[in-house]
């Protein structure tokens, strides 16, 4: 039974033999512990693994890749016959690369065994919180997961990176009901480094759960006008994916994106610096390697409204003639502002305080519209009430353009650290 380093140097040895004259591996092997609270009960312990292996190969400028599970020698022999017979079917791209020689490296982060008595004691402690402090709250399922990650990269150039990172994720879906009357349900994903806390000080947990309570007395909205979003730390990662859209490989490479000639000019307001930071310290769920063969490093998106970096694979970028994004993307942090979420809601006319946004995909000019939901309306500088589910458009473009604020505190979720933020422009409206 060959080893991790052993398959992937026998799967690209595999590739080469075949006739690819560049090629690439990747290795990817995850052993998680998982245990689940439903309906108040511990229900589920289990030890799961999963391992998948990537192989690549450019001949003719030709590209083939696919995925497998099985890492045997036939089934890796096999895995590259299938790889040319792609290629010999694929039009030939001059944009197709594999990544450039890079000294080789090993990178290790987080808790690689899981504590398993103590992911049990944090999940009997939650469940007790949660019923003394919440009790109309309804925990539908709670799982608490420990990730040991390894990723093994190498090609034909002679690069050979190697990353184990460890980490929990905590994950409670819930909702609230007090007779016949229930809240919309919500849901949250923290990820963390250890559990030296109780769940509920992870993240926002806390105050989710005390709005689903609220969410109970929820009051349909009738009307439209035009007012503020505050964006919570929670619900922003939807806005920053719309933003990606646009600066990613499939719309930049048709050329169609609204950003593809605003580099180095100002896209959004000055307030706003988003970066890409997969080795910060401040997040757990960091990677090493990015999906492209490189060693990652931290990278700037835009820097006081500024335009910085495009998020672009090395395919995307040989094929756009632009710089490929140094982070492989994710991991994102928007610096704090200077006002505190409090007085952000003190300053709103007439608005919505949005917890949660179901949208589809932006347009291609960058418009989106769609439901609010576990969110409030916000009126002369006051929370009202929980609103059921309202609508909600506008477009990208303008929302980052019309910043009007940015809190000072930030919420830290493991995988990205956000602030409150605050929009103008919005069209709301209910029935």
């Known amino acids: 039974m060959l080893n991790g380093a052993d398959r992937c140097e026998y799967a690209l040895d595999a590739l080469e033999r075949i006739g690819f004259a560049k090629a690439e591996c990747t290795l990817n092997s995850v052993h998680g512990e998982e245990l689940n609270l439903d309906s108040g009960k511990i229900s589920l312990l289990r030890t799961t693994d999963d391992i998948t292996l990537h192989l690549g190969g450019i001949r003719n400028g030709a590209k083939g890749s696919l995925s497998m599970n099985r890492t045997d020698e036939r089934s890796m022999e096999e895995g590259a016959a299938r790889a040319m017979e792609l290629a010999e079917s694929s039009e030939p791209d001059p944009a197709h690369d594999i990544s450039p020689f890079q000294p080789a490296a090993e990178f290790q982060r987080g808790p690689l065994v899981a504590d398993l008595d103590l992911m049990h004691e944090r999940m009997k402690e939650f469940r007790q919180y949660t019923v ?40 409670p879906l819930f909702a609230s009901k007090e007779g016949k009357a229930t809240s919309s349900f919500n849901y949250a994903t923290v990820v ?85 930071t997969p080795l910060s310290g401040e997040l757990a769920a960091g990677h090493f390697i990015t999906d492209d063969g490189f060693a990652a490093e931290n990278s700037t998106v835009i820097e006081s409204g500024i335009l910085r970096s495009f998020l672009l694979s090395l395919y995307g970028a040989r094929k756009t003639g632009r710089e490929r994004v140094k982070s492989g993307g994710g991991c994102f942090v928007l610096d704090p502002g200077d006002t505190s979420h409090q007085e952000m809601v003190a300053s709103v006319d007439r608005g919505v305080l949005l917890c949660r946004f179901s949208g589809g995909s932006p347009s291609a000019a960058g418009d989106f519209s769609g439901v609010a939901k576990n969110s409030y309306l916000i009126e002369e500088g006051e929370i009202r009430y929980p609103v059921k589910e309202m609508m909600i ?32 422009g919005l069209t709301i409206f209910g029935r």
């Open 132 to 171: 003394r402090k919440y009790p109309s709250l309804i925990l539908r399922r709670t799982s608490i997961t420990h990730e040991s990650r390894s990723t093994h990269y190498t090609n034909t150039n002679g690069t050979d990176l190697r990353s184990r990172i460890g980490s929990y994720s905590i994950q």
């Open 192 to 276: 963390s480094d250890s559990l030296d806390r109780p769940f509920w000080e992870y993240g926002s947990l806390d105050l989710l759960m005390l709005q689903s309570t609220e969410q109970v007395r929820s009051t349909v909205f009738e009307g439209k006008f035009e007012g503020d979003i505050i964006i919570t730390p929670e619900c922003l990662q939807e806005f920053v994916d719309m933003v990606c859209i646009y600066l990613g490989d499939r719309l930049m490479v048709r050329g169609t994106s609204i950003f593809r000639d605003s580099l180095s000019e100002r896209v959004a307001d000055e307030r706003l610096t988003l970066r890409s």
């Open 393 to 424: 458009s506008g477009s990208i473009r303008d929302l980052l353009r019309n910043i009007r604020a940015i809190s000072a505190e930030r919420v830290n979720m493991g995988y990205c650290l956000y602030p409150w933020v605050r929009a103008g």
